[in-house]
């Protein structure tokens, strides 16, 4: 009669942690649905690692038509808005810290000025800031290693096969590639190549693992 009564109890126990399971599992998959859902993000999947991790620190926001547009080409004013959520700096705008093409009003401006402050972007020779030209790889990069106060290197180790020692950005593409922040896609860095979204998010989600985590490089086992 007491086995019984124990063999009763351990089933009742057991029916317990796996309704209990059952339950957690389902919770992690629906916050993760619902990161999605509350972004609404109709052309993302629910796999990728990247912007699922970046919009749940809101570094990604997407557009108002509900899409973040991983293939879109990304202009200067993207790329500083994004790095700044990022850094997690005071996006106020500041009239003594501002280039003369930016509105106040204008959606990038506390970025800019935050930015500005923290001596991480520089404008034109005329006072500009040209929010909306495209921006390349090369250029990219350099905006996002400045922000991470590097002592950066001059021995060039890691340079891909279509970027020499005389080149402006060779520091930063040495750089990135060393702690492969900038994936290198057939030896090649591709610096003049236009920077799109997806790449922003590769290297802001690859940047932001690696502080957190103190580590000198990324690698896979960090997702």
């Not at 059952?22 to 999947?45: G, K, Y």
């Not at 973040?68 to 993207?78: D, G, H, L, T, W």
């Not at 990038?108 to 520089?122: E, F, P, Q, R, T």
């Not at 920077?195 to 922003?200: C, E, G, H, K, S």
Request: net charge negative; charged share 25%; hydrophobic share 40%.
């Amino acid at each position: 009669m007491f086995k019984k009564l124990l063999l009763h109890l351990f089933l009742i126990f057991l029916a317990i942690s796996l309704l209990v399971l059952s339950i957690s599992l389902t919770t992690a998959q629906n916050t993760t649905d619902t990161l999605i859902n509350d972004r609404e993000f109709s052309d993302v999947d629910n796999q990728d690692v990247e912007i699922l991790y970046l919009t749940k620190f809101g570094i990604i926001q997407g557009y108002p038509d509900k899409t973040v547009k991983s293939e879109k080409i990304v202009n200067r004013a993207e790329v500083v808005t994004l790095f700044a959520r990022l850094l997690e700096l005071d996006a106020a705008y500041d009239p003594d810290c501002t280039f003369s093409d930016i509105d106040p009003d204008i959606w990038h401006a506390g970025y800019v000025s935050a930015m500005c402050n923290a001596g991480l972007i520089d404008g034109y020779s005329d006072g500009t800031f040209k929010g909306d030209n495209q921006i390349n790889r090369a250029e990219a990069i350099k905006i996002l290693l400045l922000g991470l106060d590097l002592d950066l290197s001059t021995d060039f180790l890691y340079l891909a096969s279509d970027v020499y020692p005389p080149d402006w950005y060779a520091p930063y593409a040495d750089y990135a590639s060393k702690r492969n922040i900038s994936p290198i896609i057939d030896t090649k860095f591709n610096g003049e190549k236009l920077y799109t979204r997806a790449d922003l998010f590769t290297n802001l989600y690859r940047i932001k693992r690696i502080l957190e985590l103190d580590e000198e490089i990324y690698y896979e086992k960090m997702d």
